[in-house]
């Protein structure tokens, strides 16, 4: 079982920079995928980004590549994301989630298992 809490979203003018923190909380010691996944108000969930096991691969959806950067300290059990140049429309709620069944990248929702309970960020004009 994993259990994964967020912290660090809030308000941010655009332009500006934010980041987001997901601690880990895992009975095993090894590590697995984790991603960072977004949800606006009436849209869908969509990937946002996602990081191998050992932090040396990582993966982006299009609308913030070169903006957002996804990382992990494994000995502090945290994941990372800093969000720069941020935009109106990334205003979402964060969701940090694992995939304990993979050490690769993912973007599929489905493939992640455990989720955290998200932070808001929000980006005015």
């Known amino acids: 079982q994993v259990q994964l809490v967020e912290s660090g979203g809030g308000a941010v003018q655009a332009g500006g920079s934010l980041r987001l923190s997901c601690a880990v909380y895992?009975?095993?010691?090894?590590?697995?995928?984790m991603g960072w996944f977004r949800q606006a108000p009436g849209k869908e969930r969509e990937v946002v980004a996602s990081i191998s096991s050992d932090g040396g691969s990582a993966a982006y959806a299009d609308s913030v590549q070169g903006r957002f950067t996804i990382s992990r300290d494994n000995t502090k059990r945290t994941v990372y994301l800093q969000m720069d140049r941020l935009k109106p429309e990334d205003t979402a709620v964060y969701y940090c989630?694992?995939?304990?069944?993979?050490?690769?990248?993912?973007?599929?929702?489905?493939?992640?298992?455990?989720w955290g309970q998200g932070t808001q960020v929000t980006v005015s004009s």
């Open positions: 895992r009975r095993s010691s090894s590590t697995c995928t």
């Open positions: 989630a694992a995939d304990v069944d993979s050490d690769r990248p993912r973007t599929a929702i489905a493939d992640y298992s455990s």
